[in-house]
């Protein structure tokens, strides 16, 4: 409304509209060509954290041969050598990537106290639980925490993202 006020030409315009009279014909201005259309960014193949961190087990540590193997045939002495190299292996991959340490400084066997408001994510209470905390007990286990996360980035393909270990093909 306040255009129509300010500029006559324009007032016109929307009056022979109004009436019903047709539009003059005015030369079109040539359109700016369109900008081609932006990509949205590419994005990265992505891999499940579990599947990164089974594949460091399997190349550093053979875990999941280990694991799948069918163990009924061999000798307890077979499967404890086997068991010893993997287990090494698989404690260093655990040492390097997250750090571990006891949760509690308490030692095993020791008397601990649970704290009133604990988080049972820290603390499982068992056998012969009653009453309200704190609670009086025997250390147990004394639980882990990661003290750091690194895990390798995922730079494989999309089809590659559940590959824990890739067949290995001598050739002669």
């Known amino acids: 409304m306040f255009r129509i006020w300010s500029d006559a030409e324009f007032a016109r315009k929307v009056q022979d509209l109004a009436e019903g009279k047709p539009l003059p014909k005015t030369e079109s201005k040539p359109e700016k060509p369109l900008a081609p259309p932006t990509s949205a960014p590419k994005e990265e193949p992505r891999r499940s954290e579990a599947v990164s961190l089974l594949a460091v087990l399997q190349r550093e540590a053979r875990f999941v041969d280990f694991i799948k193997e069918p163990i009924a045939a061999y000798s307890d002495a077979q499967i404890g050598a086997a068991a010893r190299d993997v287990h090494q292996g698989c404690a260093v991959v655990l040492d390097r990537l997250f750090a571990l340490q006891p949760l509690s400084a308490a030692t095993e066997g020791a008397s601990v106290e649970v704290p009133r408001h604990f988080d049972p994510a820290q603390f499982r209470v068992m ?43 001598e050739v002669k």
Do not use: D, I, Y
Request: no cysteine; aromatic share 10%; net charge neutral.
């Open 127 to 169: 056998g012969n639980v009653a009453g309200e905390p704190p609670f009086r007990g025997t250390l147990r286990h004394h639980g882990w925490k990661a003290t750091k996360f690194e895990l390798p980035a995922w730079t494989g393909s999309e089809a590659s993202a559940l590959v824990v270990a890739p067949a290995e093909v």
